[in-house]
């Protein structure tokens, strides 16, 4: 299983980037994909992960401090998802990960998660 991320740059506070993700060779039927981030020094936190876990809604769960500025979008069809980051700020500043796994979880926590890229940076400046 392959993650490809792109799109990660640098940009001012209050600027958008369009994070991508590409999953190629995951053979699950109910395989899910997340987006994580660490900081420097820092450890890695869920941005937004599927609650696709058994008796989830399939519904996106956001970390707190994103919501209302980040969407994350799945095309499974494509095996892509998508972070769209709006309004970004200093504290965004982050390698940001994507994330797979051949299941669903109900838990936005790095250690379900069995797949990953290599991480695209996001640099944020005042």
């Known amino acids: 299983v392959q993650l490809v991320e792109s799109g990660g740059g640098s940009v001012k506070t209050g600027g958008s980037l369009r994070l991508s993700c590409e999953v190629s060779?995951?053979?699950?039927?109910?395989?899910?994909i997340a987006w994580f981030r660490q900081a420097p020094g820092k450890e890695r936190e869920g941005v937004a992960c599927?609650?696709?876990?058994?008796?989830?809604?399939?519904?996106?769960v956001y970390l707190d401090s994103v919501k209302g500025r980040f969407t994350f979008t799945i095309d499974k069809a494509k095996k892509k998802g998508y972070l769209q980051l709006n309004s970004l700020k200093p504290e965004d500043t982050a390698t940001y990960y994507c994330?797979?796994?051949?299941?669903?979880?109900?838990?936005?926590?790095?250690?379900?998660?069995?797949?990953w890229g290599q991480g695209t940076e996001v640099i944020v400046s005042a």
């Open positions: 994330a797979a796994d051949d299941y669903g979880s109900s838990f936005c926590d790095p250690t379900w998660y069995g797949y």
């Open positions: 060779g995951i053979r699950s039927r109910h395989w899910t």
């Open positions: 599927r609650n696709d876990g058994d008796g989830g809604d399939g519904g996106i």
